[in-house]
């Protein structure tokens, strides 16, 4: 079935340590994305791409970083976690072209402490 | 500057009463709507969009370009509306960017 999915669901870590939140997609999708939202608040756009090799920063500045060698697979890094980057993190994936729908991943909740 | 505002973070109603959620973005250029919801433990998934102007699970949208406004309604509220509505503005660029606001999270009581 053509779906998005992001794991973990919740990550516990402590500060210093890497981690990559994984997102996959089936759906034939070119254009994937990153969301960062604090609880109340708006989602912010931190990465986006449009294919394999292309990857952009979004308008929230973000410690990190993403990479896309598979059309499929769009992971999100940060190198030494801290308790700032508590959040979260909302994969989303769609066609080209301006206002085709988005469709999302089920999030990952990221609590550094 | 590009902007999507909903003032209410709660809107709390009766079964049966009619809902408007409020939507105002800022935008100079031709802007694209669209509402979002987030049920209960769901993904963000699309609601409606104001090209399509069709009515889904009984909310409509009107884009109002003089007001900048793109409020969502329901003339009568059921319980399993409840949930998490967000307004979207898409804005043009080289890739589908999306504007989110901060949405409001809809209580329908019986």
């Known amino acids: 079935e053509a779906d998005i999915y992001q794991t973990p669901r919740y990550l516990v870590i402590g500060t210093g340590k890497k981690i990559t939140l994984e997102c996959s997609q089936t759906?034939?999708?070119?254009?994937m994305y990153w969301y960062q939202q604090d609880p109340g608040m708006e989602l912010h756009l931190i990465h986006y791409?449009?294919?394999?090799?292309?990857?952009e920063k979004g308008d929230l500045s973000s410690e990190s970083t993403v990479s896309r060698i598979r059309t499929e697979h769009f992971p999100l890094t940060l190198e030494s976690a801290r308790p700032s980057h508590t959040s979260q993190y909302l994969c989303?994936?769609?066609?080209?072209?301006?206002?085709?729908?988005?469709?999302f991943g089920q999030g990952t909740r990221l609590t550094v402490v | 500057a590009q902007r999507v505002t909903q003032p209410e973070k709660l809107l709390s109603v009766f079964k049966g009463a009619p809902v408007e959620l409020k939507c105002n973005y800022s935008?100079?250029?031709?802007?694209?709507l669209f509402w979002y919801v987030q049920y209960s433990r769901q993904r963000l998934q699309l609601l409606l969009r104001?090209?399509s102007r069709e009515s889904i699970k009984g909310f409509t949208a009107d884009l109002n370009k003089g007001e900048t406004s793109f409020h969502l309604k329901k003339p009568f509220a059921q319980e399993e509306d409840s949930a998490m509505y967000y307004c979207?503005?898409?804005?043009?660029?080289?890739?589908?960017?999306?504007?989110f606001g901060a949405g409001t999270r809809l209580a329908v009581h019986p």
């Open positions: 979207a503005l898409s804005v043009e660029s080289g890739y589908n960017k999306l504007i």
């Open positions: 759906m034939g999708h070119d254009k």
């Open positions: 935008y100079s250029g031709s802007p694209e």
């Open positions: 104001h090209i």
């Open positions: 989303a994936s769609s066609y080209t072209g301006r206002g085709t729908e988005a469709f």
């Open positions: 791409s449009y294919g394999v090799n292309s990857t």
